[in-house]
T-cell receptor, first 115, second 114 residues
């Protein structure tokens, strides 16, 4: 039973390029959450999705960032026209229930470096 | 707005010592609280999950307590080992009406010296 799978593990982009981060939740989990960890800072909530629906995107920057969780395939966090300040570790978590009663399982993260 | 604070920010202890990590949160209307461990450059490993109706949870040498009314949780590590060196994160989940997000503390960086 694979855990939450994120890829790539490391991603290097030049300023102005697009970054696509993928997350496959645990089997049986239909709720996905994205968090960002800036250097020397704690994890901050970005967006919460269910299949084909964005439930809460209040933590996501209004511009350049978008997220989706299609009916088939992984969840995608997309960052357009990346800037140096986007360099961070991006973590995905999944849960089987919206209430998170069983807790959250996190992936190993994608470390984005913008050069 | 929920805020989570962890004290101390860093802790260095000799091997074998028992230690306590502290977590406080400003809004007591939580659904549950989860303690995680994060190793450098790695993801988060869940250690213990305490539901709002529970007072404590134990797993091996780890014991986590929750005092919801006072907005506090502690993580107790018995007989610490060098392999326990990591950053420990406390995260709270608000009650369902306030959404499913986790609010994290900044973490306590623990170093256990052999």
């Amino acid at each position: 039973n694979a855990g939450v799978m994120q890829n790539p593990r490391h991603l290097v982009r030049r300023r102005g390029q697009e970054a696509r981060l993928r997350c496959s939740p645990m089997k049986g989990h239909s709720h996905v959450y994205w968090y960002r960890q800036l250097p020397e800072e704690g994890l901050k909530f970005m967006v919460y999705l269910q299949k084909e629906n964005i439930i809460d995107e209040s933590g996501m920057p209004k511009e350049r960032f978008s997220a989706e969780f299609p009916k088939e395939g992984p969840s995608i966090l997309r960052i357009q026209q990346v800037v140096r300040g986007d360099s961070a570790a991006y973590f995905c978590a999944s849960s089987p229930l919206s209430t998170g009663g069983q807790g959250y399982t996190f992936g190993s993260g994608t470390r984005l470096t913008v050069v | 707005k929920q805020e989570v604070t962890q004290i101390p920010a860093a802790l260095s202890v000799p091997e074998g010592e028992n230690l306590v990590l502290n977590c406080s949160f400003t809004d007591s209307a939580i659904y549950n609280l989860q303690w995680f461990r994060q190793d450098p450059g790695k993801g988060l490993t869940s250690l213990l999950l305490i539901q709002s109706s529970q007072r404590e949870q134990t797993s091996g040498r780890l014991n986590a307590s929750l005092d919801k009314s006072s907005g506090r949780s502690t993580l107790y590590i018995a007989a610490s080992q060098p392999g326990d060196s990591a950053t420990y994160l406390c995260a709270v989940r608000g009650e369902e009406t306030s959404g499913s997000r986790l609010t994290f503390g900044e973490g306590t960086q623990l170093t256990v010296n052999p």
